[in-house]
């Protein structure tokens, strides 16, 4: 979770624009609305095990980037990234857990 730790984030970065701290926040959220575009039409293709496995590689390959990040716009493009992965998890999970097999 990175709400709590913004002001570590902004200080190792020199981001001083409360602007650019929400935005580091809220871009994850972003590719939220950008991941059913991207992600949906793979699904319907490839399957939805191929398609999750792929997305839990690239959330977890752009978390680690986001962690080894040297300025505050790789950040903000990694913590983007990591979030179209995370996307398609938090949609597959959700619609297979009311199912009854």
């Known amino acids: 979770m990175v ?3 913004i002001s570590a984030i902004s200080k190792e970065f020199g981001i001083e624009s409360e602007v650019e701290q929400q935005l580091v926040l809220s ?3 972003l590719a939220f ?3 059913p ?3 949906g039409p793979l699904s319907e293709i490839y399957g939805r095990v191929p ?3 792929l997305a839990n590689l690239f959330y977890l390959a752009f978390n680690i980037a986001c962690g080894v990040s040297r300025n505050k716009g790789e950040m903000i493009a990694f913590r983007f990234l990591s979030g179209l992965g995370k996307f398609f998890n938090r949609c597959f ?3 297979t857990e009311n199912c009854s097999h």
Request: aromatic share 12%; charged share 10%; net charge neutral.
């Open 3 to 5: 709400a709590p730790a």
């Open 27 to 29: 871009v994850f959220v």
């Open 33 to 35: 609305a950008i991941g």
């Open 37 to 39: 575009l991207i992600l």
């Open 51 to 53: 398609v999750l496995q």
């Open 93 to 95: 999970f959700k619609e």
